[in-house]
């Protein structure tokens, strides 16, 4: 097993009441510099009651809905610089009226097996206490397995299971999939005092990339099982 933890992708979920998910479109976001003016479109923008979606060729996707926003990042390298806390960042300032209510930083990576089916055997015989289910059927048991974690002011939510990666080539590998999300509802009397909260939560993003790296290499990896 490689034991080098691969972000796969990287995204900021904004909560919010009565968004209007019909201001999306690429024209609002690079008027309001949101995003460069350069950057080319991956495809046809979607706008289909109630939402709407704006892909870029660099990996990032945008998608709004009525009760929240999606900034989504494709991540090419584990040195890459994230661009999306920006992106929500600048969204959010230009729309500060809107009633925010929640925000989710949402690492998602796996790490690679060389072994066929070596990816289900990790999940099953390391993460969960042996029994007769584990024989039960006509092929060896999988399983997903969801965690929920309460930290100092968010909850901490991590699914882990194992799947099939392609990479860009097509090749298919088995993998682990270890998906967080960092779940903060936003604190304040009132909307100014939620909405200064919310981007200093977009701020502090990488701390809590940190925070699940470490929780997987030293609750997941490093025992010896």
């Known amino acids: 097993m490689d034991k080098n933890l691969e972000i796969k992708e990287f995204s900021i979920v904004v909560v919010a009441k009565n968004h209007n998910p019909t201001i999306l479109n690429p024209d609002f976001l690079k008027i309001n510099k949101i995003v460069p003016a350069e950057w080319q479109l991956a495809r046809n923008p979607i706008c289909v009651e109630p939402m709407s979606q704006v892909a870029f060729k660099n990996g990032i996707t945008i998608t709004a809905q009525l009760d929240r926003v999606i900034f989504l990042e494709t991540v090419q390298s584990n040195n890459q610089d994230m661009t999306v806390p920006m992106i929500a960042r600048k969204y959010i300032e230009i729309l500060p009226h809107v009633e925010y209510t929640a925000v989710g930083i949402n690492p998602k990576g796996h790490f690679m097996f060389e072994g066929e089916g070596s990816n289900r055997e990790y999940l099953v015989k390391t993460l969960i206490?042996?029994?007769?289910?584990?024989?039960?059927?006509?092929?060896?048991?999988?399983a997903e397995i969801k965690f929920i974690y309460t930290l100092e002011r968010e909850f901490y939510f991590l699914t882990v299971k194992a799947a099939e990666w392609k990479n860009p080539e097509g090749k298919s590998s088995p993998v682990i999939f270890f998906d967080a999300n960092f779940h903060h509802g936003l604190i304040g009397?009132?909307?100014t005092e939620r909405l200064d909260d919310l981007l200093k939560t977009i701020e502090g993003w990488k701390k809590e990339v940190d925070l699940y790296k470490d929780h997987i290499y030293q609750g997941f990896l490093k025992p010896e099982v």
């Open 129 to 142: 206490t042996p029994g007769p289910w584990r024989e039960f059927g006509t092929a060896p048991a999988s």
């Open 189 to 191: 009397e009132n909307r």
